[in-house]
């Protein structure tokens, strides 16, 4: 008979929850994730060096490196290729493509980081990373969780987008609303109580409701 048992699911991460640590040799040497507490990360991995969406993706992503950095947030690819292909394939997209990756890229031989991350799913490729993006903050915690298959290039814009709402509502204790960009309104948290509510609405006479309430971002 053949056997039509599931894979075997993988081990994510959770939202709120300590990010998995990790030790591993990188383009930039040999680096852990705690050397990263106070800064936020975003950790990504990449099916694999040379492929064509990657290639697009890690251009996109050099090209804001700055101005994330100047927001306190450091970037960390990874994918199971070896450092020698990463450190021939980013020389190749700075001849190609005249960018310069100025990030390190975790060279995941033996998948420890990958599997720890749930980054390898069966159903997408049994021997690639998949398109998985990890916000962790200065903490060490696990804020958001972006996946995307390998035929799918990532928006580099909305990666942009979720670190900048995450800051502003650590900020502000507030919600950030659907598309939100900075700039837009912000949703105050609802009010728990009788008397909060009444109190909301007083201070908020243009509140749509004593549940819904946006101010000035």
Not at 94 to 111: K, L, Q, W, Y
Not at 116 to 144: K, L, Q, W
Request: charged share 20%; with cysteine; proline share 8%.
């Amino acid at each position: 008979m053949t056997d039509v048992s599931p894979s075997p699911v993988a081990t994510l991460p959770r939202l709120g929850e300590p990010a998995p640590g990790f030790e591993a040799d990188t383009t930039q040497g040999r680096l852990a994730l705690e050397d990263f507490r106070g800064s936020w990360v975003v950790l990504f991995s990449h099916p694999a060096d040379f492929t064509p969406v990657c290639t697009t993706e890690f251009v996109a992503l050099a090209e804001v490196a700055p101005s994330l950095r100047e927001k306190g947030v450091e970037l960390l690819g990874l994918s199971i290729d070896s450092i020698y292909a990463h450190l021939a394939w980013m020389e190749t997209i700075e001849t190609s493509f005249g960018v310069e990756i100025p990030f390190p890229v975790i060279a995941d031989h033996d998948r420890a980081v990958a599997t720890s991350y749930g980054m390898v799913m069966p159903g997408d490729s049994t021997t690639e990373t998949s398109r998985c993006v990890f916000f962790i903050d200065p903490n060490g915690i696990v804020r958001a969780m972006i996946y995307y298959p390998l035929t799918t290039g990532r928006n580099v814009d909305e990666i942009v987008r979720v670190i900048e709402a995450l800051q502003t509502t650590d900020a502000r204790q507030v919600a950030t609303p659907a598309n939100w960009r900075p700039g837009d309104k912000v949703i105050l948290p609802a009010p728990r109580t009788v008397e909060d509510a009444n109190a909301r609405l007083a201070q908020h006479p243009d509140a749509r409701h004593w549940w819904f309430c946006e101010t000035d971002g």
